[in-house]
């Protein structure tokens, strides 16, 4: 199952606005973890591969991506 465009470009919005208020944060090893999970996932949607899981290949979910637009796994493989 792929994502539209609008599902994407929802993501990439969310995922840029959190960065960019991350950055405004003091650095510390909990905010540059997620500024690197949000690269990640911007490579991902550059890739094509943003929405897949990173273990099995499978649809991450709409709900889960709209939730958690970093998200790396389902939620089978993210237990």
Request: hydrophobic letters at 35%; aromatic letters at 8%; proline letters at 4%.
């Given at each position: 199952?792929?994502?539209?465009?609008?599902?994407?470009g929802e993501a990439r919005r969310a995922l840029v606005a959190r960065r960019e208020a991350l950055r405004a944060q003091p650095p510390s090893e909990a905010v540059q973890v997620e500024l690197r999970d949000i690269?990640?996932?911007l490579l991902r949607i550059d890739g094509g591969?943003?929405?897949?899981?990173?273990?099995?290949?499978?649809?991450?979910g709409r709900d889960r991506l709209r939730?958690?637009?970093?998200a790396r796994f389902c939620v089978a493989c993210g237990r």
């Open positions: 199952m792929g994502y539209g465009g609008g599902m994407t690269e990640e996932a591969t943003w929405g897949r899981c990173l273990q099995c290949g499978g649809a991450i939730a958690v637009p970093d």
